[in-house]
């Protein structure tokens, strides 16, 4: 059987790799020459613990190859972007669409289109079934790794398939059964868009409880950790931790999505997303409150330690410290300074490269992400103020949110 994956960004490549190596013949379809020429000099794309083993396999096996057309397949697995509008806050499905017209250019009668996007509930039946031009099914398997975990959770994570017709539901099961040992289960389309939408949704508003009990305890001096630990003995309460804001492809973008197409029906939902957007501000101005107190009045001896949206990853798209940046050219001339071990290119002004010499810079860190550098160096810290938004470090001059 042979598969092609179209988008080989952070799902994508994974994909392409999983089915590969559980014995499919996989082609790997780009429109990013870029992509396509590093995957072929066999060089992995970006960083993710025990991927790189996997992706020599496949490519070694023979069962995966990489290239920027489209091909003759019997399956194919979308996953290209899919942002928000971020005036009406609905679904941006132009790149679905855009892959899907092109998949539809090359494909014989029978095959099965896969979208494993994420795209809110509707999105299938109002942009992609209009544009259907020839006798395929459509099958929507939205994706649940996380960056940072992914090889495990490709290999451990139940799945959803929503297709129109249980027997193609059926068969793609099949496929991923062969990929995962977690259960796979199948349903009808809308319901795999709206369960896909509906977990991160449900992690961004628990987030965002976190987050307001931070505030709240921050403005009468509590201790939002302690609080927050003795609550969670209670047998049926489980509150996640407060964090510097919210990043990444999938928690920042997708519960939009709802408040997009239902603006009167996610009071709840809609909050969340504004509370969890507010972080990054909440943090700068706590930030010139801890300068206040200790006598700081330099921005330029602050510092950021992490650019990317969470720990140990290279991906930083609408990363809390990005937003961090953004908020403060209001108020400050030059940006703050840097520093992210993953990031090797300049992404931002006033950015490091070298741990000790952006710690020589600045006279207060922000540590905006727990990489497990800062925690295998916290006595780098020991001299300097830290603002400690993510509660990983017990030195006498930590601040915490
Ligand atoms: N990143 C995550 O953690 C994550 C987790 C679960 C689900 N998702 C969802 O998976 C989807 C893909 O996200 P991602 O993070 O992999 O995005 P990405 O930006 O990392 O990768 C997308 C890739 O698609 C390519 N592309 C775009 N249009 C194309 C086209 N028409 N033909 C060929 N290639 C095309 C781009 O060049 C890019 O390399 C999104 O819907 C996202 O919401 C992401």
């Not at 369960?195 to 508003?205: H, I, L, P, Q, S």
């Amino acid at each position: 059987m042979k598969i092609n994956v179209v988008g080989l960004g952070y799902i994508g490549l994974p994909t392409a790799i999983t089915m590969a190596n559980a014995g499919f013949d996989v082609m790997g379809t780009d429109y990013n020459k870029q992509i396509v020429d590093t995957l072929n000099q066999k060089k992995i794309t970006f960083k993710e613990d025990g991927l790189e083993d996997l992706f020599f396999k496949a490519v070694d096996s023979g069962n995966l190859k990489f290239t920027t057309e489209y091909i003759d397949a019997d399956i194919y697995i979308v996953s290209v972007p899919t942002p928000y509008d971020s005036f009406s806050k609905k679904v941006d499905a132009t790149y679905v669409i855009k892959a899907t017209q092109t998949v539809l250019d090359v494909c014989k009668e029978g095959s099965i289109v896969v979208i494993e996007s994420t795209v809110s509930p509707g999105t299938i039946d109002r942009f992609i079934k209009p544009i259907i031009n020839k006798n395929i099914h459509l099958v929507h398997a939205p994706e649940r790794i996380i960056p940072g975990n992914m090889v495990y959770e490709l290999q451990h994570n139940a799945r959803t398939i929503g297709a129109d017709d249980k027997a193609i539901g059926e068969k793609v099961a099949d496929i991923y059964r062969q990929t995962t040992d977690g259960d796979v289960v199948v349903t009808d389309i809308r319901s795999a868009e709206m369960t896909k939408v509906v977990e991160n949704t449900f992690r961004a508003v628990n987030i965002a409880f976190a987050n307001e009990l931070a505030k709240i305890c921050s403005h009468d001096g509590m201790d939002v950790y302690e609080i927050i630990r003795i609550c969670n003995m209670h047998p049926r309460v489980n509150i996640l931790t407060p964090g510097p804001g919210v990043g990444g492809h999938c928690i920042s973008v997708d519960p939009w999505f709802l408040v997009g197409d239902y603006p009167e029906l996610t009071k709840v939902i809609g909050n969340s997303m504004y509370v969890n957007a507010s972080m990054p501000s909440f943090v700068l101005k706590r930030t010139s409150e801890i300068m206040k107190e200790n006598g700081l009045t330099d921005y330029k001896r602050v510092g950021i330690y992490g650019l990317t949206y969470k720990e140990n990853v290279d991906d930083y798209r609408e990363s809390p410290t990005l937003q961090l940046l953004e908020a403060q050219k209001e108020h400050l001339a030059e940006p703050l300074k840097v520093y992210d071990p993953f990031i090797e290119d300049d992404i931002v002004e006033n950015q490091y490269h070298d741990l000790q010499k952006f710690l020589d810079d600045v006279d207060l860190v922000i540590v905006m992400v727990k990489h497990d550098e800062i925690k295998a160096n916290m006595n780098l810290l020991e001299n300097k103020i830290v603002f400690d938004t993510q509660n990983i470090c017990d030195l006498p001059k930590a601040y915490k949110l």
